[in-house]
């Protein structure tokens, strides 16, 4: 299963690099702005060693600023920002206390101030660089870890969601492998191995088609029609001629993309709840047309008609209607929601008289090649044939007993 790496950002794609190109432009900008400032106020040039100093100071204080935040960071809110305002005051109060004794050293000659005259107001200018420059830097890494909590939360539900598509993919119904292995098993005990054999090699070409796509893959519906006549061919030499199928295609809906093994667990509720209950068995049709921008698929069957509205568990039946276990129905439920969310439309009704219908209809998105053009329908034989109205009737081989 392929699994997402997290995307940082381009510039804090190395946050190293990212804190040095931020420090250096912060501290640099500060110092042409204060430099700037003394030259408009036409001060001494020599005033600029001053200003180059207490950049220096400011600069090397946020460095130790940036250890010990690092590790405040990683405690509670309340321990976090309470030791930040008390090591935020010790740094204020070092860095005035640096440009008071250099303020000193500088204006000795002309200025009669004490040490604390001169603590005392400087204390606003370092209180609001590196004030700000503090909350520059919580902010920045506030910003990154939620942007990784969002990246690492995108991960997790994208895994999430491949694996709830794998298990609602591999989730064959267990009796049709058992029944199908078990017709195999008794034909080899009678010795028609030509027949077994047979059924052996489609069993085999259905479950290569069914596992070996990525779960969530998207197949055009001459694909998906392909697989499904594998699966039909097996299920014909279980049930022979009461097993009946119609298959009416549009043309241009032979190229429409749609999530793997979409249609294949509907046929197969259809051959449980119609095909298998019934002496003279049923008629399985599949339509599907492109409507606008549209793709509308419908299962119907001539069974009896399938109970699949909730119902009190303690209730009887409907008589001469199965009831559905819904598991099948909520499958391909659940896995038009993963793949198209609130666009698709997805209805089941039972008729009184008898028959069930699954009507599906999707966003129509045709295969494309990469230049463009549309790619050629998959193979399936003879199984199309010209018909009126722009349908083309999908009539399978007789090993299908499709009837017209």
Do not use: C
Not at 105 to 124: D, K, M, N, W
Not at 143 to 160: G, P, S, Y
Not at 232 to 254: G, P, S, W
Not at 355 to 372: D, K, M, S
């Amino acid at each position: 299963m392929a699994v997402l790496q997290i995307q940082a950002a381009p510039f804090f794609a190395s946050k190293n690099r990212a804190f040095w190109n931020l420090q250096l432009a912060g501290w640099g900008a500060a110092f042409l702005l204060r430099a700037v400032s003394a030259l408009a106020n036409q001060q001494p040039l020599d005033l600029l060693a001053l200003i180059v100093v207490t950049t220096i100071t400011g600069f090397s204080i946020s460095l130790i600023l940036s250890v010990i935040y690092r590790k405040l960071i990683q405690q509670q809110p309340l321990v976090t920002w309470g030791l930040t305002a008390v090591v935020l005051m010790i740094a204020v109060l070092l860095h005035a206390s640096i440009d008071a004794w250099v303020q000193g050293v500088y204006y000795a000659a002309s200025r009669e101030t004490t040490f604390a005259q001169r603590l005392i107001g400087l204390i606003p200018l370092p209180l609001a660089m590196l004030g700000g420059w503090s909350a520059l830097y919580y902010a920045i890494n506030f910003f990154l870890t939620v942007e990784q909590q969002a990246d690492r939360l995108e991960r997790l539900e994208a895994q999430a969601t491949a694996a709830q598509l794998a298990m609602l993919r591999y989730q064959l119904n267990p009796h049709f492998l058992f029944n199908t292995l078990n017709s195999i098993s008794t034909l080899v005990l009678l010795k028609q191995t030509e027949p077994a054999n047979a059924m052996l090699t489609r069993l085999s070409g259905f479950l290569r088609h069914t596992l070996i796509a990525e779960p969530g893959s998207q197949v055009t519906l001459a694909q998906e029609i392909e697989t499904l006549q594998l699966y039909l061919d097996i299920e014909r030499m279980r049930f022979e001629e009461r097993l009946r199928t119609h298959f009416e295609i549009e043309d241009a809906a032979l190229q429409a993309q749609l999530p793997a093994m979409l249609l294949q667990p509907l046929v197969e509720n259809a051959i449980k709840y119609a095909v298998s209950p019934q002496e003279e068995g049923a008629q399985i049709s599949l339509t599907a047309r492109v409507i606008g921008e549209r793709l509308r698929l419908t299962v119907e069957d001539t069974g009896p008609g399938v109970d699949d509205s909730p119902r009190d568990p303690s209730a009887p039946p409907v008589p001469g209607r199965p009831v559905s276990t819904g598991v099948g129905l909520a499958n391909i439920r659940n896995r038009l929601a993963q793949a198209y969310g609130d666009n698709h439309l997805f209805e089941t009704r039972s008729e009184a008289g008898g028959g069930f219908t699954v009507l599906i209809e999707i966003p129509f998105t045709p295969a494309i090649r990469a230049e463009g053009r549309a790619a050629p329908a998959a193979a399936v034989g003879t199984a199309i044939s010209g018909g009126g109205d722009n349908i083309i009737p999908l009539n399978p081989p007789k090993t299908i007993g499709t009837t017209a």
